[in-house]
C-alpha cells in the first residue's frame, strides 16, 4: 500500500471515530469536518484544493463506513442525502473552517 493511500486509510479512521457509536447523525458532520481539515493540514505539500479534496473523500468514506440508516426517511432518498451532505453542505463548512483560520470570520469582534 502506497503512503498516500495509508494516510487515507488512517484519516477515514478518526474521522468515523467523529460519528458518535459508528453511527450516522447530522449532528456529527461539523466535528467530522473539522475532523479532516486538522488531518489535511499535515499534508504539506498540498494545495487548499487538493486539501479540500482529499477531506470530501475523506468524509465521503468515513460516511459510508458508519452505519447509515434514516429510519424516517425511504431507501431511495438516503443516497440522495449523501449526496446532498458530500456535495453541498461538506465543502461550504470547510471554506467556513478556511476562513476562520484566515481572520475572515468577524465573530466576536465587538
Known sequence: MGAIAEQTVEAVKKVVECFKDKKFS???????VRTACEITECFAGL??????AFAVEVIGKAYREVDVDLPWIPEPFETWI????LKSLVPPLIDLIVDCT??????NQG
Not at 447530522?26 to 467530522?32: G, K, V
Open 82 to 85: 449523501e449526496e446532498v451532505i
Open 47 to 52: 494545495s487548499g484544493v487538493e486539501k479540500k
Open 26 to 32: 447530522f449532528s456529527d458532520i461539523t466535528l467530522a
Open 102 to 107: 484566515k481572520g475572515k470570520v468577524a465573530v
